[in-house]
């Protein structure tokens, strides 16, 4: 996984609220069985027809948001089924953060898990920045150590994270990862059997 230390990205407003990950990433393109090629069909259902055609008026067509990495979410995002697509979906298409009021937990947990760090911040403060990523340009930088979201305008906003979650997000590493940081214990103790 990639290491998230400090993150400076263009911001995606998604203002809807309970959007669950057969909206994020449908059903029907879950074949594949590596992490990689699932970008294309975030949100499919929002962003093409029956067709397979363009639905021009779904904001992520605007050029705008050409390479955003940070996601502004409502509340309950990633509910529904605990499908870890998702979260694949998500990073394959080029988000490292999302931003909402609240989280699935099966979700937030695979979020970490696969390297995007989801923030809790309240809805009030992430209105008043869909407003301003709604017009466009508009980038937000992320500091995992200070555990700070700013936006250079006078923004600043302190959320908590786990030291766990923090550990495997800041070092790029994932549950095996971590495990491997113990391999010498490991095989000493097995050495012993």
């Given at each position: 996984?990639?290491?998230?230390?400090?993150?400076?990205?263009?911001?995606?407003?998604?203002?809807?609220?309970?959007?669950?990950?057969?909206?994020?990433?449908?059903?029907?393109?879950?074949?594949?069985?590596?992490?990689?090629?699932?970008?294309?069909?975030?949100?499919?259902?929002?962003?093409?027809?029956?067709?397979?055609?363009?639905?021009?008026?779904?904001?992520?067509?605007?050029?705008?948001?050409?390479?955003?990495?940070?996601?502004?979410?409502?509340?309950?995002?990633?509910?529904?089924?605990?499908?870890?697509?998702?979260?694949?979906?998500?990073?394959d298409y080029g988000f490292k953060i999302i931003i909402a009021p609240s989280y699935a937990d099966i979700?937030?947990?695979?979020?970490?898990?696969?390297?995007?760090?989801?923030?809790?911040?309240?809805?009030?403060?992430?209105?008043?920045?869909?407003?301003?990523?709604?017009?466009?340009?508009?980038?937000?930088?992320?500091?995992?150590?200070?555990?700070?979201?700013?936006?250079?305008?006078?923004?600043?906003?302190?959320?908590?994270?786990?030291?766990?979650?923090?550990?495997?997000?800041?070092?790029?590493?994932?549950?095996?990862?971590?495990?491997?940081?113990?391999?010498?214990?490991?095989?000493?103790?097995?050495?012993?059997?």
């Open positions: 996984m990639e290491p998230i230390t400090i993150h400076t990205g263009l911001v995606f407003p998604l203002d809807r609220s309970n959007v669950d990950t057969d909206q994020i990433i449908p059903k029907q393109f879950l074949k594949r069985i590596e992490r990689q090629g699932f970008g294309q069909f975030l949100f499919y259902n929002w962003r093409f027809d029956h067709s397979g055609k363009p639905i021009e008026d779904f904001p992520l067509h605007d050029k705008k948001y050409d390479g955003a990495s940070i996601l502004l979410a409502g509340d309950n995002f990633g509910c529904g089924s605990s499908r870890e697509h998702a979260p694949w979906a998500l990073l979700f937030k947990n695979n979020c970490v898990k696969n390297g995007i760090l989801a923030i809790e911040m309240p809805y009030k403060q992430i209105q008043q920045l869909m407003a301003k990523a709604e017009a466009g340009s508009y980038s937000l930088t992320v500091d995992l150590a200070a555990q700070t979201v700013q936006d250079g305008e006078g923004f600043s906003y302190q959320f908590e994270i786990s030291e766990y979650s923090k550990e495997m997000l800041y070092n790029g590493l994932d549950d095996i990862g971590i495990t491997l940081l113990y391999e010498e214990k490991i095989t000493q103790f097995e050495n012993r059997l």
